[in-house]
Structures are given as C-alpha cells and as structure tokens.
C-alpha cells in the first residue's frame, strides 16, 4: 500500500481528487497492453471505476489483476502520474458517499450520454476497484 501523505504520492493523490479521466491499462490474453480512458473515484485510497458488463477489460483483470493507471501529464510533458497495482471486480455498486460523490463528479457527462443516474448504473454496473502498490512520476 502506498503512504499518499507526503512528497510525490501526496501530490498524485491530489492530482487524482481534480482530474476527470484517466487511463487505466489492463493486459490481454497475448500479453498485449490495452490503455483505456476511464472516469473514476479516488478517495485517497484506492481508486473507483465502473464498467458494463461485458467490457474487454473486466476479462483482462480476471486473467490477471495487475493494472496501471496514469494522468495526462501537462502540455509540456511534466505532472507525469504513473500509478501501478493491483485490480479486483466487486459484487455491486458501493453504497454511500462514495457512490454519490462519483456521480456528482460526473453528472454533466452521465446526461451528456443521454443516461440518467440510474441508467448510468444500471449498464456500468460492475464496479473495478484499484488499489495502488507504486507510485512514480514527476
């Protein structure tokens, strides 16, 4: 587990509560990386996201749970945030603050899509949590 409190971890997990979208890389059955843009939910921890059912990525994490994420850095190349760890599917949705905090992140893009909150959840509705065991970047 990653200590977030001080030197670059904390400044990664403040980059990680303002960002909207990261890239989570997953690896396929022929070893292959598979990066994908994702929304998520840090909450200083461990990091949140949700997926339909069927999704390449959800068949990746059971072959093998190793997964990184990263930031955009800026448009000079600096800020860079790697992140790796490890990635379990859980039963369902998280009940609370957390669940709600992540839709309120994302309600303009959930509209956007012409989904409502609860059609959002009904078709992402595999929740992937991440937890950190790395973190590098500068």
Request: glycine share 8%; no cysteine; aromatic share 10%.
């Amino acid at each position: 587990m990653v200590n977030f409190t001080s030197g670059f971890p904390k400044q990664a997990s403040a980059r990680l509560k303002e960002h909207y979208i990261l890239w989570l890389t997953t690896v396929d059955g022929s070893n292959t990386p598979q990066p994908r843009p994702v929304w998520f939910h840090w909450d200083g921890s461990t990091i949140l996201v949700f997926s339909q059912r069927r999704a390449a990525k959800l068949r990746h994490i059971a072959q093998n749970p190793a997964v990184s994420v990263h930031l955009n850095s800026d448009v000079h190349g600096g800020e860079v945030t790697v992140l790796v760890g490890t990635a379990k599917v859980l039963p369902g949705w998280p009940k609370g603050k957390r669940t709600a905090e992540y839709l309120t992140k994302y309600q303009d893009g959930i509209s956007d899509l012409g989904y409502t909150p609860e059609s959002f959840a009904a078709e992402y509705a595999t929740p992937i949590e991440i937890t950190p065991t790395a973190v590098r970047g500068f």
